[in-house]
């Protein structure tokens, strides 16, 4: 396969940057995920954090035309060139738009949509424990707990509860998906890109779904 360039799809709390992070130690692609980069934009206090700031606390999605911008200029750039996770992005069908119009100028495509599945119980479950670092890092109190109680094993920061992992907030978040993001999978479906994955798994089975998925995409290429 000459390039991979990936799209992570779920809802909140799914597994998306939990793979996205194996995903890239793996793969040694370029790893953008929106909410990450949000974030440490929200924490610098730069023009797209102020933007963001409101529409994250509350658990709505940021404009499209906030969010387009900053990954259209990421995947035109030199370490992009050989393939990139997306995680977090698109999450409208006018993103979904965005993207594959980008792609086309740059004369490439997308390898394929992995939609990581689980229940609306067992997002809770997950984001109810869930732990982060500053630099994204993530961690779950039970099923994926730190070395060390409230610190990170890859940078040593010290691990926090999003602001947005509120029970309130979350249940917000989920009809957000629902409605503007879930669109996106019969999307994606209708241009054979759409690839699911079992998520209700421990983090290292759905991490080998994904390899022998892709795996047999490679193989599905190359014949
Ligand atoms: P973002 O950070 O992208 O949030 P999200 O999509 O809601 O996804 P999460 O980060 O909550 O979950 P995840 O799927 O990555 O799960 P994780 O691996 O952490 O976006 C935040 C906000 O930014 C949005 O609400 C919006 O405001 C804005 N935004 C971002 N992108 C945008 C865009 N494109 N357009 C507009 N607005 C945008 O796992 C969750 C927990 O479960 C962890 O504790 C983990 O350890 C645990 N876990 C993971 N896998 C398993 C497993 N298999 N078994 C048990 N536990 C597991």
Known sequence: MSELNLILLG????????????????????????????????????????????????????????????????????????????????????????????????????TAALLIDVSDEEVIRRLGGRRTCPNGHVFHIEFDPPEKEGVCDVCGEQLIVRDDDKPEVIRHRLEQYREKTEPLVGYYDERGLLERVDGTGSPDDVYESIRALLATLRMEEEA
């Open 11 to 110: 809802p909140p709390g799914s597994g998306k940057g939990t793979q996205g992070e194996r995903l890239q130690a793996d793969l040694e692609l370029p790893y953008y995920a929106t909410g990450n980069i949000l974030r440490a934009a929200v924490r610098e206090q730069t023009e797209l954090g102020k933007q963001a700031k409101e529409y994250m606390d509350r658990g709505d999605l940021v404009p499209d035309e906030v969010i387009i911008g900053v990954i259209a200029e990421r995947l035109g750039t030199h370490e992009a060139e050989d393939g990139f996770i997306l995680d977090g992005f698109p999450r409208t069908v006018g993103q979904a738009e965005a993207l594959a119009e980008r792609m086309r100028a740059l004369g490439r495509r997308i």
